[in-house]
């Protein structure tokens, strides 16, 4: 009996514990029915959002909020999915916080915001807008539809993205893109450093600037590129030997270039004010 | 934790957000320890001014002094004690601004080189009282009271971000000037101008994230 006894209490007490420990958080689960092609847009001021693709036809949210501070604001309509994370009075960014799980359509467009939390987007092949302030952010084997980023101070991490506009907005944050072609690929950048490793695919046209942030561009040997660089007060160099080709600007040595590899199918731009730029090339 | 690392957070230790790791790299190091106490006497000082109409001289004097004991500043020419410059900025806005502007340029300057971090700015930085304090348009009113309602680190982190967008139009804008023709500068500078549009789109229409 006092065995039975002991045994009850202590799962009460376990019980309490795990209430007590759960009682901040809300798992809500959203399930939407949607077209072909749908438009799904998740605003959280705080907290990541990750979505990866699904099954045709439906949109599943999952979102943890940490406290009662917060709530989902949800709408949708023919083929538009809106879920916004609604700050109540005295929510800050602990108490604020959701954090978003999602499952779209593969070749669903979407639009995600978080002031700080961890943006990642994988596999997909539709449109792709994120825009943070200190988020990380992160686009994983997408292919074949534009990515927008914009973000203040947040690292950006393109890898794998194939034939795909990208372009890239960034006032701090350091971006890298690693496995990224397409017919345009943008990145401007203030004071983060740009890091390009691909092979500039085939008739893109890839555009870096930077302020002060350093440029560097690893390609392989057989890269086929016309590629112009200049940084007006910093270094610039290539480990090629371009075929030299003219400038509309006035080339000085070790801070501008203007070249041709192969077939130069792509044209690719390297442009700072004062950051370090270096075309290398990559050891096989 | 490093000098760099230390630097980002910055703003979150000026409002008080002290770790032990943070407190172990300031007892560390003196560079950092001596930065912080600096920034925190000018954002005690500018809190002074919250309710003045106009910031006192004595403010102004210390952050000049300040940066021009850190060697940042030079007189250009010797100033007026009430300068024609100053009676133009009466308003409570320029208060923070001011104590902010400060706060980046000894953010982004004071850290010496050879500690650690790859400086990326090797222009020659010459700031004179009156000249960092360029015309504020509707736009930028816009983004200052946007701003103004965001958590003190927020705002420190957009005033600086500020900060690096106009340098940047102002860089590229001298390049233009050199190369009119030059469709690369040109484009540069709407580059730049990109970067300004969207910090204000981030900070203005996203008010929600506090």
């Known amino acids: 009996m006092t065995g039975v006894s002991w045994a009850s209490k202590t799962g009460m007490v376990l019980a309490l514990t795990g209430l007590a420990f759960g009682a901040g958080e809300i798992r809500k689960d959203l399930h939407f029915k949607v077209g072909k092609r749908p438009m799904v847009s998740i605003n959280n001021p705080y907290g990541p959002i990750v979505v990866k693709a699904g099954v045709p036809h439906e949109v599943v949210v999952s979102a943890i909020l940490h406290s009662d501070k917060v709530e989902l604001d949800q709408s949708s309509s ?9 700050l109540l009075p005295g929510a800050d960014q602990n108490t604020g916080v ?7 359509p593969p070749e669903a467009d979407v639009t995600v915001h978080s002031e700080n939390g961890r943006i990642h987007v994988e596999k997909l092949g539709g449109d792709i807008a994120t825009e943070g302030s200190d988020s990380s952010i992160e686009v994983l084997d997408c292919s074949n539809g534009h990515v927008h980023v914009k973000t203040l101070n947040g690292p950006v991490n393109l890898s794998n993205v194939r034939n795909v506009h990208v372009d890239i907005i960034s006032m701090g944050g350091n971006v890298l893109l690693s496995g990224v072609d397409g017919p345009f690929v943008s990145v401007n950048s203030n004071s ?7 092979d500039f695919g085939d008739e893109g046209e890839y555009d870096f600037t930077s302020h002060t942030g350093d440029i560097e561009a690893v390609a392989p040997a057989y890269a086929s590129i016309d590629v112009m660089a200049r940084s007006d007060q910093g270094h610039v160099e290539s480990d090629f030997s371009l075929a030299p080709k003219h400038t509309p600007f006035y080339v000085r040595g070790g801070k501008s270039f203007h070249g041709t590899l192969n077939k130069a199918t792509s044209s690719v731009k390297l442009f700072s004010f004062s950051g370090r730029i270096h075309l290398k090339k990559r050891q096989n | 934790m490093n000098c760099p690392e230390f630097e980002r957070i910055l703003p979150e230790v000026l409002e008080g957000g002290h770790t032990a790791e943070r407190q172990a790299h300031l007892n560390s190091c003196s560079t950092c320890s001596n930065l912080l106490a600096d920034l925190s006497d000018i954002s005690v000082q500018a809190k002074t001014l919250a309710d003045s109409a106009e910031p ?9 002094a300040q940066l021009r004991s850190e060697g940042l500043i030079r007189r250009s020419a010797p100033a007026p004690a009430t300068p024609p410059w100053f009676r133009r900025w009466q308003n409570l806005w320029f208060v923070p601004v001011a104590a902010a502007l400060a706060i980046v340029v000894g953010i982004k300057f004071y850290h010496p080189a050879g500690a650690g971090e790859n400086i990326q700015t090797a222009r020659h930085i010459v700031v004179t009282p009156g000249a960092t304090v360029r015309p504020v348009s509707s736009e930028d009113q816009q983004f200052l009271d946007a701003v103004a309602t965001r958590h003190p680190a927020r705002q420190a982190r957009y005033l600086a971000d500020k900060h690096n967008a106009d340098a940047f139009i102002d860089d590229a804008k001298e390049v233009v000037k050199d190369n009119p023709g030059d469709v690369y500068a040109q484009q540069m500078l709407i580059n730049a101008y990109e970067q300004k549009q969207m910090l204000y789109d981030l900070a203005v229409d996203r008010s929600s994230g506090q």
């Open chain 1, 78 to 86: 023919r083929n538009r999915v809106d879920v916004i994370s609604h």
């Open chain 1, 192 to 198: 983060g450093k740009i890091q390009y490793a691909g």
């Open chain 1, 98 to 104: 959701v954090e978003y799980e999602v499952q779209v």
């Open chain 2, 56 to 64: 006192s001289p004595i403010v102004w004097n210390a952050i000049e």
